[in-house]
């Protein structure tokens, strides 16, 4: 439900926003019962939210370069693959395949910054390593080898550490991998927030063809393996105090088990990508311009859970940018469609999967479609700015 006009006005008056920043600080004050009997959320104090908007131009980076959006996309075509990489053979892609002495190997590395460390449904333990075992599944691989580094902060609890190692080893032996090497620096007192930790993967290619934008044909169906946007508001709740009934659970999981059993099934997968920064829409711009394919998707058969709807209705978010971190989109033949929503359904990883859209003729490359519950066609594109940085 939304806000009385009445608390609208007052929260108008009373939360200035400052554009440069940008960030947004509401205080509720007397009308925190109001909210909370209006929108079904209790807020403790004051809520800061940050929400840097995209510019043209600027010699700075900014929280939006790491939100998977279109600055995150500018950053990576005009520095790092310029100054570093070769575009002719980076694909842009969840990770890089590559073919040392004839075996078909993935290649994936992860950084991880999330704050809070622990949030409802995992942490930035289960996130390192979930986070890296999905890259390498979103590339039709089988994951098999992590390495992990860690930069810690003087003053870190070894306790948090300890729990952060164990979270780490549960999702290991959960995903059937193995960490075999990492690093560890320390920084000075109030430079990491904690810690930090980077990931990387190999994984053995099971796909027996190259599975990316490229391989994106017309009258592809496009699947989806749940509901969307837990994980940003599982951070979001911890991280500014806020409680929503129901209260969301990150959906932090590994996905290489499902997508292998549609490998194993012979279903001709063409494209994956898994939901994180920028959630759907970024997973879809990055394949409709990578792919030069233009797609259309249904708002009616995507699920968005209670709390989450709850959130971004009070905050004024978009469920489809938010993060998700157990949700991926896989790309395949109509004919093969009711087989793979069969075979993903088996999997507790894909329970809820369902058909969310098609990929229509060569027109209008790289353009995404929504046609929302009334009917009515919309244009989505990738993020412009930041709804929740550092979300993982």
Not at 12 to 22: A, F, Q, S
Not at 83 to 101: N, T
Request: glycine share 12%; net charge negative; hydrophobic share 45%.
């Amino acid at each position: 439900m939304r806000p009385k006009r009445g608390v609208a006005r007052r929260l108008d008056e009373e939360c200035p926003v400052v554009r440069e920043g940008v960030w947004i600080r509401l205080f509720w004050g007397e009308i925190r019962r109001v909210l909370a009997r209006c929108c079904g959320v209790v807020h403790h104090g004051c809520m800061s939210m940050q929400c840097p908007l995209s510019y043209a131009g600027g010699e700075c980076v900014t929280l939006a370069h790491g939100d998977g959006g279109r600055l995150a996309w500018d950053l990576l075509d005009k520095v790092f693959l310029r100054d570093l990489g070769d575009s002719d053979r980076h694909e842009r892609h969840d990770g890089a395949v590559v073919d040392p002495a004839g075996a078909r190997v993935a290649f994936a590395t992860d950084a991880h910054v999330v704050r809070p460390l622990f949030f409802p449904g995992g942490s930035i333990g289960h996130l390192a390593v979930c986070g890296t075992v999905n890259d390498l599944a979103m590339c039709g691989a089988e994951p098999r080898w992590l390495s992990t580094a860690f930069v810690l902060e003087e003053g870190l609890p070894m306790e948090t550490l300890r729990r952060v190692l164990a979270d780490m080893r549960a999702a290991a032996d959960g995903a059937g991998v193995e960490i075999v090497t990492g690093d560890t620096k320390v920084v000075e007192r109030g430079k990491a927030d904690g810690l930090y930790v980077v990931t990387a993967g190999i994984g053995l290619v099971r796909a027996p063809m190259p599975v990316r934008p490229q391989a994106v044909m017309p009258g592809d169906v496009i699947l989806l393996n749940g509901d969307l946007g837990r994980h940003g508001a599982a951070v979001l709740s911890v991280r500014e105090g806020l409680e929503f009934e129901p209260s969301p659970l990150s959906d932090c999981q590994a996905l290489h088990r499902p997508v292998l059993a549609l490998l194993a099934a012979g279903v001709e997968v063409h494209c994956l990508r898994d939901c994180t920064r920028g959630g759907l829409t970024a997973a879809l711009c990055e394949i409709a311009r990578d792919g030069g394919i233009r797609l259309r998707v249904h708002e009616a058969a995507i699920q968005v859970s209670p709390g989450v709807a709850a959130a971004c209705e009070l905050l004024g978010l978009d469920p489809l940018q938010l993060a998700c971190e157990g949700r991926f989109i896989a790309f395949v033949p109509a004919a093969q469609a009711g087989l793979a929503v069969e075979i993903l359904r088996a999997d507790p990883a894909a329970v809820a999967t369902v058909m969310i859209g098609t990929v229509t003729l060569r027109e209008s490359p790289g353009t995404v479609e929504l046609e929302t519950t009334l009917g009515v066609l919309r244009a989505l594109d990738l993020p412009a700015g930041a709804q929740m940085p550092r979300i993982c």
